[in-house]
């Protein structure tokens, strides 16, 4: 089945710089990656999803790239702000017909 | 619409005793799943549901059972309750199917003694 590798588990930066999550994917029948974000002691929320067919989408300061040949995608957001800080989730759905999500990045944004 | 809306908030069970995890949602759905949260383990799917009448395993299936008798409910039950199922449990939806967003309910926090 597929297996969704997360780094880094923590994630520390200084607010205005730009922060990057990676994943990796085993199956190669994936075909759809979306990120999810978690607040603390919150649910977890979509905020971006890729499509197989996609190579890069943005949504203001968030951007998913993907590389199929690689088997990776990854997250970024400019100009981190404070409200940035939370627990980030990448995920990949493909012919299982589930999603398998990675153990989470905990993103801490600095003032 | 209310969402996904599950109950109870907190539960704390002794060994061996069976409980159900209520989660329901308004939005006509058809896709269902049941996760649980664990520290540093990210959320990993119990079981879930393609429509009424259709369930299936997820990664961690043992121990619970699912059954899906009506569009908006999926209950979840725990058989004989374990330390190892103390987590905390997110029911989600989607319009469809695990290629579209999934809509979280709040959580329950199970506690097993």
């Known amino acids: 089945g597929e297996n969704v590798e997360q780094h880094p588990s923590t994630l520390s930066v200084q607010e205005g710089d730009s922060a990057v999550i990676k994943c990796t994917y085993s199956?190669?029948?994936?075909?759809?990656f979306p990120w999810y974000k978690q607040e603390l002691g919150k649910r977890p929320q979509l905020i971006i999803d890729i499509r197989s067919n996609v190579g890069e989408k943005k949504d203001q300061r968030i951007a998913v790239t993907l590389n199929k040949t690689a088997k990776h995608f990854s997250l970024h957001i400019t100009e981190t702000q404070p409200e940035d800080s939370a627990v980030y989730f990448c995920?990949?759905?493909?012919?299982?017909?589930?999603?398998?999500f990675g153990k989470g990045t905990k993103l801490s944004v600095k003032p | 619409n209310a969402g996904v809306t599950q109950t109870p908030k907190f539960q704390v069970l002794k060994t061996g005793q069976s409980m159900t995890l209520q989660c329901a949602q308004d939005m006509n759905h058809e896709y269902m799943s049941w996760y649980r949260q664990d520290p540093g383990m990210g959320l990993r799917l119990i079981h879930y549901?393609?429509?009424?009448?259709?369930?299936d395993q997820g990664e961690v299936p043992n121990g619970y059972n699912v059954s899906r008798s009506t569009t908006e409910d999926f209950p979840l039950r725990l058989l004989s309750a374990a330390p190892s199922q103390t987590s905390v449990y997110f029911c989600a939806s989607s319009i469809r199917g695990h290629y579209y967003e999934q809509y979280f309910g709040p959580g329950t926090r199970l506690t097993v003694t």
């Open positions: 995920a990949a759905g493909g012919s299982q017909g589930n999603l398998i």
């Open positions: 199956d190669s029948a994936s075909n759809y």
């Open positions: 549901s393609v429509g009424a009448g259709i369930t």
